[in-house]
């Protein structure tokens, strides 16, 4: 995966605007033993916990301490995020000119097994305890520099209980109707993505009639090289009390190039007294898997429900959250096309130098091709109490 983390480097203004986005066998040798499992129960994370990360497990989001991009890219062929059995095999490649001298596979922050071996790849079986785990693989070359792979979220035994069924407001919510007609509201950023790439060929035009089903829906572009994200951005200022939010929008590719669309990202985000929740999530094409963002830890977090390239047409996305107290918060239940799908993952803010606000923002991710993209949302309503 070639899409990248947290960005931090944006203006004054979009500064203001909380910013996220994601990224893109075998060693043999003594190993290093199996990590403490994290327990049963819900968001077991590697930016939630008090122990130290070990040496080549640190690090947020994707591509970390790649200094000399020599190591490109690692991809986690197996295990698939999701259910799996307690002992898994474990295969990763990485790619990028440079020979990797270690690898490590990391489980939820600890090295569950490290080799010296120099090899383009590692297959390597691990056991993993009963619970919700976070699992990825990480490559370094001879001078240090590593980059790892996507972070698939591991359920062993019986998920914690969650819910398939969106919860119903009461009658004093606040309500926000038709956002994406808060003209005033709505900004660009193409380096605050965090691609590969940035790119200034970008659009967001408002008041589209065609694709549309109210009459008045936004149409996003990008045009740029390959791997270029932009992040289309919708922020309202000042303090907000409200701990549960349902995001109901409606979203719409275009139909000739649905296979070029990397990731279709929506991210909702709270500020509160210094800390930002940013309740993120998007449909990770390239890897066929919803992703979550892990605030405190920097990273997307792959699960183990599908998301492959749509079907031509308008696309219905609900999402339920919960801000759990002044350090928390949870991704409850998603709602895509009439199709309930329970998380319960819980996950750490991160401490932000932010005033207080609240917004939600889109971002297109293109791929290695760099085909423009077109994305069009409507009925976009945020309900919150």
Known sequence: MFRPLLCFLCSFAFALQVLLVTGCGSGTGPGSGTASGSGSGSGSGSGSGSTLPSPG?????????????????????????????????????????????????????QAAYQTNTAASSISQAIDIPTGQHLLWASAADAKGDSDRSEIHLIQVGPPPASSTVLPTPPANAQVLTEMQNNTADWSICSLCAAGTNTTGNYTLTFDQSQPSQSGS????????????????????????????????????????????YWASEFDLWQVLSGNEFMIGSQCDFGDGYW??????????????????????????????????????????????DGQGYGFNQTWTVNSTTWPDMIGIQYQLDQDPTGTPLHEWVDNVTLTMW
């Open 217 to 260: 829906s936004m149409e996003m572009y990008v045009d740029g090289p390959q791997w270029s994200n932009v992040l289309f951005i919708d922020t309202m200022l000042g303090t907000s009390s409200n701990s549960n939010f349902l995001w109901d929008f409606w979203v719409y590719h275009d139909p000739a190039v649905e296979a070029h």
């Open 291 to 336: 992703a979550t963002w892990d605030s405190q830890g920097g990273a997307w977090v792959l699960n183990g429900i599908p998301c492959t390239h749509w079907a031509s047409g308008w696309h219905h996305v609900q999402w339920y959250y919960e801000r759990l107290n002044s350090t928390q918060y949870r991704y409850d239940t998603l709602v895509f």
């Open 57 to 109: 497990c640190s690090g947020a989001g994707y591509g970390y301490n790649n200094g000399n991009g020599q190591i490109t890219g690692v991809w986690l062929q197996t295990p698939s995020p999701g259910q799996n059995q307690s002992n898994v095999q474990v295969n990763a490649i990485a790619y990028g000119p440079a020979t990797v001298a270690q690898w490590t596979i990391c489980l939820d922050g």
